[in-house]
């Protein structure tokens, strides 16, 4: 496993980008994380794995299985190793998943919220509520999913890396949400509050 670590001089937040959680995703997610590894961190550090398992079983991270496999270890370790208040995870899915990740019903079918779509099939939602469990209330915790028959398109790419390099470079929470709001003012309202609801306000949006 590749881990690149980004140290500041200035004091500050701990941030962990992990991607190829699980399959083979890491196909899509190591070259956009190879590439937010080349950025400089403003305060804190950062941790940034690009690929967490190569080829690996797909088990899915809303499993309690997953969280028992090897990538499931080394992700819990490394949570629990550098115990960050910023904890980005990079997925990638395929077309025939999309319907499946943004249904409305979704939290009815599995229990828990649908993703929200920033327009261009990039989809932003909460982590697995198995894993947040091991963040406090004030750590932010996000997924992305990228669509992978779209990761060759350098806007997509262009735009994942937007979003990263954004957490990457502001040191609170409620700096990234700004702006994220101004940028997709429909798309964040609507995964906020999918995720008060999900939360019964237990926790801060994400
Ligand atoms: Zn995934």
New binding site residues.
């Given amino acids: 496993m590749k881990l690149y670590r980004l140290i500041a001089s200035e004091a500050g937040p701990t941030k962990l980008f992990v991607g190829?959680?699980?399959?083979k995703?890491g196909l899509y997610t190591a070259p956009i994380l190879e590439q937010l590894a080349k950025d400089v961190v403003y305060a804190g550090r950062a941790i940034i794995v690009p690929c967490l398992v190569e080829h690996g079983k797909?088990v899915?991270?809303l499993s309690e299985e997953y969280y028992q496999s090897r990538a499931g270890i080394e992700l819990l370790q490394l949570i629990e190793n550098y115990k960050p208040h910023f904890y980005f995870?990079l997925?990638?899915?395929g077309k025939h998943s999309y319907s499946r990740l943004t249904d409305p019903e979704r939290e009815l079918r599995i229990g828990v919220p649908p993703f929200v779509d920033f327009g261009t099939g990039i989809l932003l939602g909460s982590i697995a509520p198995i894993l947040r469990r091991k963040f406090s209330e004030r750590d932010f915790c996000v997924t992305i999913?990228v669509p992978n028959w779209k990761s060759e398109d350098e806007n997509v790419r262009a735009e994942v890396l937007q979003i990263l390099r954004l957490a990457l470079s502001k040191a609170k929470r409620e700096e990234v949400m700004l702006e994220l709001r101004m940028w997709y003012p429909a798309q964040i309202q609507k995964a906020e509050e999918l995720f008060r609801q999900y939360y019964r306000n237990r926790l801060k949006p994400f």
């Fill in positions: 190829g959680l699980h399959g995703e797909y899915d991270v995870e997925h990638a899915y999913e």
